[in-house]
């Protein structure tokens, strides 16, 4: 089985609450994670519900990975076009997992991923309450996904790259 080799730079949180930034003179050296994490497919998928809502369509992203943590890790969002989508379902060997944060045992386990993401158009009969991504201060190269992790109770999260999406045919409302 090959094995994602993880490089990892450190990034900081600022003392904003909830704003996460990567000052390059804060960057600690690259160092190897405590975690082995195995792509075994990486996808997105749309969604379109029809055009009575304001809500275009939801696109999911959804991840199957191969995981051996030395260390108890959470994974917290996936980082994909420049947004940070919080994970909203988590399947650890094939059992549903508690939201948010639930954590990543030790030892080797088959980890599923998923998150999604809204997106709107400006008219339409009814609208729906718009939920705007956070941005993720980092620039993921287009077709990209990245998985945030927080190792232990530090507050210090690692970002491991899960490759290029591949991209199912979408699903129609009526």
């Known amino acids: ?32 994670l405590p975690i082995e994490v195995t792509p075994v497919l990486v996808t997105c998928q749309d ?11 939801t696109r999911t992203y959804r991840a199957v990975l191969e995981v051996n943590a030395a260390k108890a890790a959470d994974a917290t969002a996936f980082l994909i076009d420049s ?4 994970i909203s379902r988590m399947l650890i060997d094939g059992e549903e997992q508690r939201m948010p944060f ?25 609208m729906v309450d718009e ?13 990209r996904m990245e998985l945030e992790f927080l190792i232990g109770s530090t507050s210090t999260f690692f970002l491991i790259d899960l490759g290029v999406l591949k991209v199912l045919e979408p699903v129609r409302g009526r």
């Open 1 to 32: 089985m090959k094995h994602v080799h993880l490089l990892i730079a450190i990034l900081f949180f600022s003392c904003a609450p909830g704003k996460r930034t990567a000052e390059p003179s804060k960057l600690a050296d690259v160092i190897t």
């Open 47 to 57: 969604m379109y519900p029809g055009t009575y809502f304001n809500l275009k369509k």
């Open 83 to 86: 947004v940070r989508l919080p």
């Open 102 to 126: 639930p954590e990543v045992p030790t030892g080797t386990h088959r980890i599923e991923l998923e998150a999604t993401r809204n997106f709107y158009q400006d008219h339409a009969p009814e």
């Open 131 to 143: 939920v705007t991504p956070k941005l993720s201060g980092d620039l993921t190269p287009a077709g």
